[in-house]
DNA sequence: TGAGGTCTAAACCTTTAGATTAATAAACGG
DNA sequence: CCGTTTATTAATCTAAAGGTTTAGACCTCA
């Protein structure tokens, strides 16, 4: 499935422009073209038809505008992603809110510029994603691994929490509460570990005790917060 | 609480050393020294050893392999995080598998580099990393986001999963449900949304036959995995 | 061998959860 | 303006969950 995708030469790099601002995206495309090796195939004025474009036209590099009303960029971004495309997008905006730049980066986006950054970044950023490179200025860059960190410091943090009552489950605990994060009934925790209802009871109680809960669901969350499922490798720690 | 920590001059940049390798231990340490603005005060060769120096000397700079055995690198980089001094750590290892990347970077490293990279990129990293920076080299860099954008992946689409139920729910269901994956109990509901206990069971069963689940665990667990906490902003979105 | 922990199970009881049905009021379309 | 839908409210009844106590079988460690 995976495509090589270099620089051809004498093959211009397509580009679709996406942005509401309808002066934005002339003075865009007009410095884009002023660049031989690029060309602008279309422009957008907001995501959807942004979206219908990268559909029909598969360019190489999509520059998104990510403040646009209704359906806003972010979501055009992760919906292009999910097209499976060899189109790489590159997000465009005016703030560099490290929330923004984290949120595009998850979504997908290979490159980051601001609109306020020289003509010249953007035509480099280009090149760049094209080489299946990431781009994104240093400045930004910084920003986007401090709020990284930032982020993952409270779960680990939580995770690996002083006390971190999940310790002192048992394993037979731990296939019940495994059962329990399921949303599996006590008859049915019971009929797939072989033992009683009962019991599955007796070992529930035990756990709601360990844990300092009242209830399945308490438990449940208990287990999600403190990295239960993670250790158990059911999903990518986060 | 923020201090600024510009590179003092005149005053020497203190390092910790932690490598199980004694050899390497060594020589990056006559690495190190060579650079006349840049002291090794101490070396440990696990990272128990290493925590302990931390929280003696509090260095400007450690420099943590996180391949040793034991209590892994890891945790160390973790733990000294934890600590909130004005410690630095670079993530020193021979790898460059991007799980281990991503993980090091998540648990606060400043920097990423291999025993295999040219020594001068040793002394650059310490310096970018003294000014406030996150040093990753290009290709580590890229790694990184491949790994970060893979692990995302999967979650949001999950979580603009084509029909995402949750938003068939009415306002009084999202507070219902909302007070739900805080495991609060039919009476804690309706005491707080000042309707009778059956009322709130009513609402319940609506949510369950619209998120088509059959209790209120996995009406939890749906919510969760389906960004219903992300988007009351309760949590940060990941 | 005896103390302690784990896993299993049962009886008995209280509380909570869940299913079903239905009344009221507001919103909407023709 | 009236029938239709939808949201909100509510009562009743059954099933499931949860609390407490007791106890036997098994294992381990001192």
């Given at each position: 499935m995976y495509m090589k995708r270099t620089?051809?030469?004498?093959?211009k790099i397509k580009i679709i422009l996406a942005d509401d601002n309808f002066d934005h995206l002339l003075g865009i495309r007009e410095l884009v073209n002023m660049e031989t090796n690029c060309e602008v195939i279309a422009t957008a004025t907001n995501a959807s038809i942004a979206i219908n474009l990268v559909k029909k036209?598969?360019?190489?590099v999509v520059l998104m505008d990510i403040n646009m009303p209704e359906k806003d960029g972010l979501t055009a971004i992760n919906e292009i992603e999910r097209l499976n495309l060899n189109t790489r997008v590159i997000a465009l905006t005016g703030y560099d809110d490290p929330d923004l730049i984290f949120r595009a980066m998850k979504m997908g986006a290979k490159g980051y510029i601001l609109k306020t950054m020289a003509s010249a970044q953007l035509i480099y950023a280009i090149e760049e994603v094209m080489q299946g490179k990431i781009y994104l200025p240093s400045g930004l860059s910084s920003k986007f691994f401090e709020y990284f960190q930032k982020t993952f410091k409270e779960e680990s943090n939580n995770a690996s929490n002083?006390?971190?009552?999940?310790?002192?489950?048992?394993q037979r605990e731990e296939e019940v509460l495994e059962l329990l994060t399921q949303g599996v009934t006590y008859k049915g925790v019971a009929q797939q570990l072989f033992i009683s209802e009962t019991t599955v009871k007796t070992h529930v109680n035990n756990i709601f005790q360990k844990l300092q809960v009242n209830d399945r669901t308490q438990a449940v969350l208990y287990a999600i917060n403190n990295g239960f499922l993670n250790r158990k490798k059911l999903k990518m720690a986060i």
């Open positions: 620089m051809e030469y004498g093959k036209y598969q360019p190489d002083e006390e971190n009552l999940l310790q002192y489950l048992t």
